[in-house]
């Protein structure tokens, strides 16, 4: 085997020259495939597993943490809720709709191969400057492939985030999150139970999506297809995959079946693996019976990432059952191979055996780097000069910045309200759904403060997770679990690799401390082109329940004379880099201050403080402070002609970002009450002004509420055409 | 034998597809392509041994009875 | 008596639950699940063609589902004046059979519009008589092809007959354009001569619970079973 062919399957000589010492024979060009798929960062983190075993995982409502298609955690009763954040970023920017589309559609194989029904979606994006029409094209194509995927298969699409940076010029980043509800009873996991057991192939047919083989390996690639040697893009059937969700919800809850697997990336290759790894077994697997869609090559069909592909595992007994139920749901179904006890990897092709490796080869010996590092250098103190900036402009910059306005453009293509169960749809602080026929409320965000984390990786992410942790304490729901999606460039920078494991750090501590474990995640590296890499994007998808959904916030004004108030520490200018970002155009990332360090406790404490006032019915609404200060919640907050009318000592601070902030509204005949709460929780309370009809005044400035209001829900429409 | 089937909104349903395309090709300097409408192309093999007579029938029927939507679209077969 | 109803499923239907769902806590009555093979109805009040994309929306948005086998039945159902209701795609599987006029083409914005819209209603029939003349109702749309189109004739037959039982209207403090999707004279839901039928583009099933955006959907069930 040639040098070049190896590398081109992405493994390092000395990772092929393991291999081979291991086997002490050749590999056959299938045998080299399988490594290039389970070798790679997606399947097997090489690069950051030591890393994430630091994190927390594990807590008292965790029923599965990593390592499986998707997180479950415990919310009481018999209820279960499964979520995992996946990306899908490459294969978006290549072809922008099939690339997402395909992103929803994987992460919701995720959630109901553990057999839970999927019941939410949130989708964190990512794209360059808009002054590109390359930018405007991903937009377009990404939010109407989200769009088609979800709300074809009928899945609620909840929130998100969706924000724009020069880093993503050319590595625009594609996170969806997926959330599903399981009786606790009726989890399934990929690990077969049986020896002699039937694998069986249920789903689309296989075709030649997203093949990553090497180019220069030509006779590998099937003989009809001279003229078109490179790999297609997966194109998602979202049609398919809502036959698939229902047959496969149907065939678990009939017993039929023993496990599941997603055929998700690197195909049947990964699936196959690691149900043999799970269960300690080995499988044998004849490619010949495998549905195929064209004619293709034993290498092609083990590679292939054709979309809506489940792999089970089923007793010889019910191979009639299962056949008859997914015919009324006119899905492929075939036996291709069985379970054996060798702990080995079997797969023939035409009578031959074109792949026999041991399954500890593949996943025991993965390689784990320990890559070089990295830490940032300590900041220079520095002041910033605020004196030129006036209200009007501050207010006209967050206005024409798309990162501060509303975003319906986005999600009035995405269906929120289907399910019927939406109680809170995109654009609030959490996106939240009740659990079908109970009162149980489940609420998820995803953040990220990139920024930050370029900035002091471990306390950027301290920051972000604190950040989805009020965004969901806003709504009174109580924080469960995270799953993560960590976004980088080249781990081969060691500034890049340290960034990785600073931030992973930064989520160990600020999740321990939140008791938030980590329960599901992915890794996206290399995301970068040329010299450009994209700022370090780990995104937090953070869960939070209540079980009683009455009790939830709004995050909208309620009613007139209400009064305005919030808590929390204002951060100085100087330290606020939002702020000297997009307020005074600091772009230098040396010029930025270090990052303020989130405390912790305080966060505990200002969290604790709006639950108990939002359990006793006080507060009317609520929204913490991130980016944009408490002027941009308070535009949050707007709901009809419902503005505000508030007074301030410094203007500045309105605009600077916080540190455990919330702005509240309360009726005033509950002042006393609420005032009692905050001192028995330690937090000071400090009065705004009131809500007020049709106004926007600030420090008895009156500003046009129509204007402001109207630029706020329109500008992004504007701007991106 | 195989069948091209063209199908497309009728002229006079307002078409904002065509109208997109249009301005975007004008966009991209295309100026003098004008009047852009967007249809969809069915293709489709007939039992060869039909008379051309029992062809234009089946497809008819075909079109009719689920193919197009005479309300809206028109269809064309183009051989 | 009690008023029995049917909901039918599609491959590709995905609004089939929340139907069956609105109908069980408005009606108090039994729900029957119905799936597209099936040959025959049970003896029901009212049929829900439910929202969704059945069989993917290929070809054009609910001309598959249109030649379904449960479809004869459906309209032997109509026929004999019971009560018929498509919400969304089964508005468009409606006028795929051509028990309701004109034809549903992709929203003049070329987007699928996922949000609430305003409607209020323009011709009174038994599945809005109680709903007052000037009600605004607030109720969520989630679809690509809902503009309503038919050519002139058919047109002044909807008016002259005063088939037009909702339509798109501005909602108070709303941005948004009136007419979301570009649909003629506005029209959000139209019946038959008969006014048995209902099309409806916007989603009453989606907004009647307390913790729905509004709960302006119940009025469409309380003027039916009044």
């Given at each position: 085997m040639n040098d070049d062919l190896i590398l081109q399957h992405g493994l390092t000589l000395d990772e092929f020259s393991i291999i081979k010492n291991y086997l002490k024979r050749d590999l056959t060009i299938e045998e080299l495939g399988i490594f290039s798929a389970m070798w790679n960062e997606h399947c097997c983190?090489?690069?950051?597993k030591k890393w994430l075993?630091?994190?927390?995982?594990?807590?008292?409502?965790?029923i599965q943490g990593p390592g499986e298609n998707a997180g479950i955690i415990d919310l009481e009763d018999q209820d279960g809720i499964a979520f995992k954040i996946e990306s899908h970023n490459h294969p978006s920017y290549i072809e922008p709709f099939n690339g997402s589309a395909t992103g929803v559609g994987g992460i919701l194989r995720d959630i109901f191969t553990m057999g839970a029904r999927p019941i939410a979606t949130l989708d964190s994006i990512r794209f360059g400057a808009i002054t590109t029409d390359k930018t405007r094209f991903l937009l377009n194509g990404v939010v109407h492939g989200i769009g088609h995927y979800g709300n074809c298969i009928g899945i609620p699409n909840i929130g998100g985030e969706c924000e724009f940076e020069?880093?993503?010029?050319?590595n625009n980043l594609v996170n969806a999150m997926a959330i599903g509800h399981v009786k606790k009873d009726a989890i399934f996991y990929s690990k077969p139970k049986t020896l002699g057991g039937l694998i069986v192939y249920i789903g689309s047919k296989t075709g030649?999506?997203?093949?990553?083989?090497?180019?220069?390996?030509?006779?590998?690639?099937?003989?009809?297809?001279e003229d078109d040697k490179r790999p297609s893009v997966q194109v998602g059937d979202p049609f398919m995959e809502k036959l698939l969700m229902e047959g496969c919800l149907e065939l678990m809850a009939s017993g039929f079946i023993e496990s599941m697997q997603d055929m998700g990336a690197a195909g049947i290759t990964s699936s196959s693996v690691e149900m043999a790894s799970k269960g300690n077994v080995g499988v044998h697997i004849d490619l010949d019976k495998v549905p195929l869609r064209q004619p293709l090559s034993a290498y092609e069909i083990l590679l292939s990432e054709s979309q809506e592909r489940m792999l089970a595992v089923i007793d010889k007994d019910n191979d009639d059952k299962v056949r008859k139920i997914l015919q009324k749901w006119q899905i492929d179904y075939e036996v291709i191979g069985e379970i054996t006890n060798t702990k080995r990897v079997v797969f023939t092709s035409q009578g031959k055996e074109v792949v026999n490796l041991p399954v500890d080869i593949i996943v025991e010996d993965a390689p784990e780097y320990d890559r070089e590092f990295f830490i940032p250098r300590k900041r220079k103190e520095k002041t910033f000069d605020t004196?030129?900036?006036n209200l009007d402009l501050l207010i006209e910059n967050q206005l024409n910045n798309l990162n501060y306005i509303d975003k319906s453009w986005v999600?009035?293509?995405?269906?929120?309200?289907?399910?019927?169960?939406?109680i809170k749809d995109p654009g609030q602080s959490a996106g939240v759904v009740k659990i079908h026929g109970t009162n149980k409320a489940i609420g998820a965000t995803t953040d990220c403060n990139p920024l930050y984390i370029r900035i002091n990786p471990k306390k950027g992410m301290k920051a972000t997770v604190a950040e989805s942790y009020r965004n969901l304490i806003s709504s009174n729901l109580k924080p469960l679990a995270i799953t993560n999606n960590l976004n980088f460039a080249s781990p081969l920078d060691p500034n890049i690799m340290g960034e990785l494991v600073l931030s992973i750090d930064g989520l160990k501590e600020a999740a321990s401390y939140l008791n938030t474990p980590i329960v599901s995640g992915n890794v996206s590296l290399y995301n970068q082109t040329n010299d450009q890499p994209i700022k370090p994007t780990p995104v937090i998808g953070m869960v939070g329940s209540n079980?009683?959904?009455?009790?939830l916030n709004s995050n909208f004004f309620q009613g007139e004379d209400d009064e305005i108030l919030y808590i929390g520490k204002c951060l100085d200018p100087s330290y606020s880099p939002y702020f000297l970002q997009d307020?005074?155009?600091?772009?230098?990332?040396?010029?930025f201050n270090d990052l303020a360090d989130t405390n912790l406790d305080e966060e505990l404490k200002a969290a604790n403080f709006i639950l108990e006032s939002s359990e006793q019915g006080l507060i009317r609404s609520c929204n913490d402070i991130s980016r944009g200060g408490i002027f941009n919640s308070l535009l949050k907050m707007i709901k009809k002609d419902l503005g505000f009318k508030i007074e301030i000592q410094n203007l500045i601070n309105l605009f600077c970002e916080f540190s455990a902030g919330y702005v509240i509204s309360i009726n005033k005949k509950n002042k006393e009450k609420i005032s009692e709460i905050s001192k028995k929780n330690n937090i000071e309370l400090y009065k705004l002004g009131v809500v007020k009809k049709s106004t926007i005044d600030i420090n008895n400035q009156k500003i046009d509420f129509k204007d402001v209001y109207t630029k706020y829900k329109k500008n992004f429409e504007n701007i991106i055409h | 034998m195989r069948l091209k089937i063209l199908i497309r909104l009728k002229s006079q349903i307002l078409e904002p597809q065509g109208k997109t395309i249009e301005q975007s090709l004008a966009n991209l300097?295309?100026?003098?392509?004008?009047n852009i409408r967007q249809g969809k192309l069915i293709e489709l093999d007939v039992p060869d041994n039909l008379k051309s007579e029992e062809k234009n029938k089946l497809i008819e029927s075909a079109c009719k009875k689920?193919?197009?939507?005479?309300i809206i679209e028109e269809y064309e077969v183009l051989g | 008596m009690t008023f029995k109803s049917a909901v039918i499923t599609f491959?590709?239907?995905?609004c089939d639950r929340d139907a069956v769902t609105y109908l069980e806590d408005l009606t108090a009555g039994p729900v029957y699940k119905i799936w597209h093979e099936e040959s025959t109805l049970p003896n029901v009040d009212l049929v829900i063609l439910p929202g969704g994309f059945s069989f993917?929306?290929?070809?054009?948005?609910g001309a598959m589902a249109s030649k379904s086998q449960i479809i004869k039945d459906v309209v032997k159902h109509a026929e004999s004046g019971k009560y018929l209701m498509g919400i969304c795609n089964g508005f468009q599987i409606l006028t795929e059979i051509g028990l309701l006029h004109g034809a549903l083409l992709q929203n003049n914005g070329l987007k699928f519009l996922g949000k609430n819209c305003f409607i209020k209603k323009r011709n009174r029939n038994n599945f809005n008589?109680?709903?007052?003349?000037d009600k605004i109702l607030e109720i969520p749309v989630a679809h690509n092809e809902g503009n309503f189109y038919c050519d002139e004739d058919t047109l002044k037959d909807l008016l002259d007959n005063e088939l037009i039982a909702f339509e798109y209207c501005d909602g108070q403090?709303?941005?948004?354009?009136?007419?979301?999707?570009?649909s003629l004279k506005n029209i959000a839901g139209i019946t038959n001569k008969k006014k048995n039928i209902l099309g409806l583009m916007p989603h009453p099933e989606r907004a009647y619970?307390?913790?729905?955006?509004?709960?302006?959907?119940?009025l469409i069930i309380e003027s039916i079973l009044s």
């Open positions: 983190y090489k690069t950051s075993k630091k994190l927390p995982t594990n807590n008292e409502i965790v020069h880093s993503y010029d050319f030649k999506d997203g093949i990553h083989g090497a180019s220069m390996a030509s006779d590998v690639f099937s003989e009809d297809d004196k030129n900036l999600y009035n293509q995405y269906d929120s309200t289907v399910m019927g169960d939406t079980l009683n959904y009455e009790k307020q005074l155009n600091i772009r230098e990332m040396n010029s | 300097g295309f100026k003098d392509l004008t689920l193919l197009v939507n005479e | 491959p590709g239907s995905n993917g929306d290929y070809l054009r948005s008589k109680s709903i007052d003349d403090y709303s941005l948004d354009e009136a007419n979301i999707n570009g619970q307390k913790y729905h955006s509004s709960e302006d959907g119940k």
